[in-house]
DNA sequence: CCTACCGATCGGTAGG
DNA sequence: CCTACCGATCGGTAGG
């Protein structure tokens, strides 16, 4: 029991921690001095570094699952869930959830050329986060409020893009009106699906 | 002569190990032992780390500049430019230009919660690439090839958010479709802002 | 550009 | 959960 308040509260700051300095940044020996415990005691826990990244990680999962995705799934099915989960996660940014912004986000770009366990469970979370943006997206055509021909996929792609762009807006240029243009970028690009028809007009000149 | 021979090549090799383990993953003895030089010979010519990480951007930044944007910029005024320069980045990306994806979305994820001379130098240069997409799109407005209630600073958000998505899509999750779908989002978006006007019509369920 | 070295910190272990 | 310790590597320096 002991051990296991143990154990989250070491993983609570260990999120924190590597959503600033990353998965690899983090550090057994920077994590015990904060938590004001031995090196080795901590160590304990975990057994290697690699365990006590993936630990990490399933923490950061569950803080996310909590905090963004559970709450938007509880809309109504169709349109109204798939603005939610997409308002959601521009929220989230702007709440402070990980002090670093986007904790997969961060640990997409930091270890997509490093092979190993690590970055196999950030891209099997990233796999399960793009496939339930992309069931939101099915789930709304099936209600019929979005185009026959919409590509979930690709839809899902064009919005996580404005995702990430949003966070590199905010964490490292500090625009205030990223979120601002995040929103009005997806809420446009929602309508553009949800017309009925759209005339295939392009420029003439 | 022979000292900035050596020097190039020195960043040359840092570019290319920093963009697959990071900025803060380079370090001395490894860039100095793959180059079959001593740590201390190679230390000389940059006096920190920090230095080495600031001149390892600049040359990134030539790279860039050489592979993508330049050649980019000499196709004529406009709409043709515009959408040049948007080619020649999602290309980039399947070119290998760096071996571990653009090194700059990744250097940008890796130090937006790090403080000091090396994101601030990251975030120059993201200032430049930005500012870069806004005046072409502000050319290609002036041209009469954009919708004049187009704005410069949201359209260059979302496109450099296609950008980042691809990069994301491509270096982690290996799909193959990536460098496709941000085409096809991209052009699409740019068919958008040239329609001469877009009815705003929206789903009525 | 080298050898030789510094203190600090890394991940990890022994033993309790 | 601790103290005490390991070899390896970190950024950096002295002296040539």
Chains 1, 2 share one sequence.
Request: charged letters at 30%.
């Amino acid at each position: 029991m002991k051990g296991d308040r143990t154990r989250q509260s070491i993983l609570d700051r260990a999120v924190d921690l590597a959503s600033l300095e990353g998965l690899q940044g983090l550090t057994i020996g920077r994590l015990a001095d904060d938590l004001g415990m031995s090196k080795s005691g901590l160590f304990a826990h975990f057994g290697s570094k690699e365990e006590l990244q993936l630990a990490t990680l399933e923490a950061a999962g569950e803080r996310f699952l909590n905090e963004v995705l559970r709450p938007a799934l509880k809309q109504p099915r169709g349109y109204p869930r798939l603005v939610a989960i997409c308002d959601a996660w521009i929220d989230y940014i702007g709440r402070d959830v990980f002090p670093g912004g986007c904790f997969f986000a961060a640990a997409s770009f930091e270890f997509d050329g490093r092979p190993g366990l690590v970055r196999d469970a950030i891209a099997a979370n990233m796999h399960d986060w793009i496939g339930a943006l992309e069931k939101a997206i099915t789930i709304a055509k099936e209600e019929g409020h979005l185009r026959d021909d919409v590509d979930p996929s690709q839809l899902a792609f064009e919005l996580n893009s404005l995702f990430f762009g949003a966070n590199f807006d905010c964490q490292l240029r500090g625009e205030r009106k990223a979120l601002d243009r995040a929103r009005r970028a997806v809420h446009e690009r929602l309508a553009i699906a949800s017309q009925p028809l759209r005339p295939a007009r392009r420029r003439t000149a």
